[in-house]
């Protein structure tokens, strides 16, 4: 079993930063892939960026150039550090991770949500 825990959302005006954390606990050790999913009202979950253990690293084309990604393995942990946020970026962000097992079969885990809201 695998527990992801957000933290770092709040209310930001247009144009500032936010840093998402997640943090993983439970009995796996390793990860293949962590990343971060968003939904806004109405819309469907999106994929935001993931980073694979490999280091191969996927950034949704409205978060290029704009948010960075990253992971810290031994603290079974990701990062999302969002700049130059625009009210578009307005949802819940998830923590998604990943977990492989020696056939390949995959299990997916997923947080509760944090929420991320760009307004004046």
């Known amino acids: 079993q695998v527990l992801l825990a957000e933290s770092g959302g709040g209310l930001v005006q247009p144009g500032g930063s936010l840093r998402l954390s997640c943090e993983a606990s439970?009995?796996?050790?390793?990860?293949?892939?962590m990343g971060w999913y968003r939904q806004a009202p109405g819309k469907q979950r999106e994929l935001v960026a993931s980073?694979?253990?490999?280091?191969?690293?996927e950034y949704a084309d409205s978060a290029k150039g704009r948010f960075t990604i990253s992971r810290d393995n031994s603290k079974l942990a990701v990062y999302l550090q969002m700049t130059s946020l625009k009210p578009e970026d307005t949802a819940v962000y998830y923590c998604?991770?990943?977990?492989?097992?020696?056939?390949?079969?995959?299990?997916?885990?997923w947080g509760l949500g944090t929420q991320v809201t760009v307004s004046s």
């Open positions: 980073a694979k253990s490999d280091g191969n690293i």
């Open positions: 998604n991770a990943i977990w492989r097992d020696y056939r390949n079969y995959p299990d997916t885990f």
């Open positions: 439970g009995s796996i050790s390793f990860l293949d892939v």
